[in-house]
């Protein structure tokens, strides 16, 4: 394909992202930030408070339906943790290899936020592991408890980075 070529086809991609920022702001408004928008790529950042809402939709509204991943990231100096969901589409064309985004910031000391396995049953197992391993309560998930540290583990969760392995020096 010929440069030209490649700007339009990168062009006409990016008006399918903003497509899709569109749809989100006209239904969260000021609820939901966009954080990134790439090329088959998105980025939203969602209060607990609307996540539930907000996954319903971009299920149900957008396609976005397969849960690929959900992770953790830990900014111990911001005293938050932030829990992002990475969602793919199986049922829509049009979205097929794009990933969306959406992430939760947590107060560190307290995080807590709505589990979204009744949107998508399959973030059971992920948000498992990341509250074993981050220490994040996901409220009202059906199976809360220990997937891969011991069950008498007693220490703060391994991911937290002011976790230390005892026995090495730093």
């Excluded at 790439?38 to 980025?43: A, D, M, T």
């Excluded at 197992?125 to 540290?149: A, K, N, Q, S, W």
Aim: proline letters at 6%; charged letters at 30%; glycine letters at 6%.
């Amino acid at each position: 394909m010929s440069q030209q070529g490649q700007g339009q086809a990168s062009t006409d991609q990016l008006i399918v992202e903003k497509g899709i920022v569109d749809k989100v702001i006209a239904r969260f408004g000021e609820n939901v930030k966009v954080a990134y928008v790439k090329p088959r790529r998105i980025r939203f950042n969602v209060s607990k408070d609307h996540i539930i809402e907000f996954a319903r939709f971009v299920r149900d509204e957008l396609g976005f339906d397969h849960p690929i991943s959900v992770s953790g990231v830990d900014y111990p100096k911001n005293k938050m943790i932030d829990v992002v969901y990475h969602i793919g589409s199986c049922t829509s064309n049009d979205y097929r290899s794009f990933v969306l985004a959406f992430a939760v910031q947590l107060n560190r000391d307290d995080p807590v936020m709505p589990t979204l396995t009744p949107v998508y049953r399959g973030v059971e197992y992920h948000e498992r592991e990341t509250f074993e391993m981050l220490g994040v309560i996901f409220d009202g998930h059906p199976r809360l408890e220990r997937l891969l540290l011991p069950e008498d583990w007693a220490d703060i969760p391994p991911l937290r980075k002011d976790f230390h392995i005892k026995g090495r020096e730093e």
